[in-house]
C-alpha cells in the first residue's frame, strides 16, 4: 500500500513568518511529488511539482526534495493570511498517468 | 475558458434513487478521474480513464460506476446511493504525459 504521511496540522503562523510543511511517502521508487491548496470548500490547485533531488523555489514558495529519506516539504516565505487553507501533498509513485496518491492534508492557519 | 465543469454543485438525496454526476473537460485531456474527500481521510480515487472507452478502479470503487463514451465527458454513477457516500466528489482531468491534473469546482452529496 503505497502511502503519503502528513501531519494534519492546524499548524499556525504569524503573518509575515515562514510556513514549513512536511510529507513523508513510503514507496522509495516515487519521481514526481506535487503541492496542492485547497481553500475550504474548494477544489485543489497545483502550486508546485518538483522531481529532482534539491530545491526549487518559485516565489515565496520552495519545494524540497530528498529522495533518499523519502521527504518532501514546502516552505512559504512572508507567510500572508491569505495563504490559509489545507496543503496536499501528492506522489506518483511511478510515472505518465499512473494514479497520484494524496497526503490527507495539513491546515495551515496564518494569524495577521 | 479552459475547465473542468461537474453537474449538480449539490445534491440531496435519498437512499437507494439511482444519480449520475456529469463531468465535463473542454481541454481535450486524455485522462479523467473521480475522487472522494471526507474529514480525516483526505482525496481518495473512485476510478480514472486513460482514454474513451477505458477505464480502471481507483482504491474506493465500491457502489460506484463510470463510463467514457467521449472524451470530454466522465460521468460518475450511483446506482443505489447509501449514506456512507456523502462525501464531496471531485472530477479531475490531465493530458497524456503530463502529470499536472486540473480539478472541477467540486459536488456536494448528500444521501439521507
Known amino acids: 500500500q503505497k502511502e503519503v504521511e502528513q501531519n494534519s496540522g492546524p499548524l499556525s503562523v504569524p503573518e509575515g513568518a515562514i510556513a514549513s510543511l512536511n510529507c513523508t511517502y513510503s514507496?522509495?521508487?516515487?519521481?514526481?511529488f506535487f503541492w496542492y491548496r485547497q481553500y475550504s470548500g474548494k477544489s485543489p490547485e497545483l502550486i508546485m511539482s518538483?522531481?529532482?533531488?534539491g530545491d526549487k523555489e518559485d516565489g515565496r514558495f520552495t519545494a524540497q526534495l530528498n529522495k533518499a529519506s523519502q521527504y518532501v516539504s514546502l516552505l512559504i516565505r512572508d507567510s500572508q493570511p491569505s495563504d490559509s487553507a489545507t496543503y496536499l501533498c501528492a506522489v506518483n509513485p511511478n510515472s505518465g498517468n499512473t494514479p497520484l496518491v494524496f497526503g490527507k492534508g495539513t491546515r495551515l492557519s496564518v494569524i495577521a | 475558458e479552459a475547465q473542468v465543469t461537474q453537474n449538480p454543485r449539490y445534491l440531496i438525496t435519498v437512499t437507494g434513487k439511482k444519480l449520475t454526476v456529469t463531468c465535463s473537460q473542454n481541454?481535450?485531456?486524455?485522462?479523467m478521474s473521480w475522487y472522494r474527500q471526507d474529514p480525516g481521510l483526505g482525496l481518495r480515487q473512485i476510478y480514472y480513464s486513460m482514454n474513451v472507452e477505458v477505464t480502471d478502479k481507483g482504491d474506493v470503487p465500491e457502489g460506484y460506476k463510470v463510463s467514457r463514451k467521449e472524451k470530454r465527458n466522465f460521468p460518475l454513477i450511483l446506482e443505489s446511493p447509501s449514506p456512507n457516500q456523502t462525501s464531496l466528489y471531485f472530477c479531475?482531468?490531465?493530458?497524456?504525459?503530463?502529470?499536472?491534473?486540473?480539478f472541477g469546482p467540486g459536488t456536494r452529496l448528500l444521501v439521507l
Open positions: 514507496d522509495r521508487v516515487s519521481q514526481s
Open positions: 481541454m481535450n485531456h486524455e485522462y
Open positions: 479531475a482531468s490531465k493530458p497524456t504525459g503530463e502529470e499536472t491534473q486540473y
Open positions: 518538483i522531481y529532482s533531488n
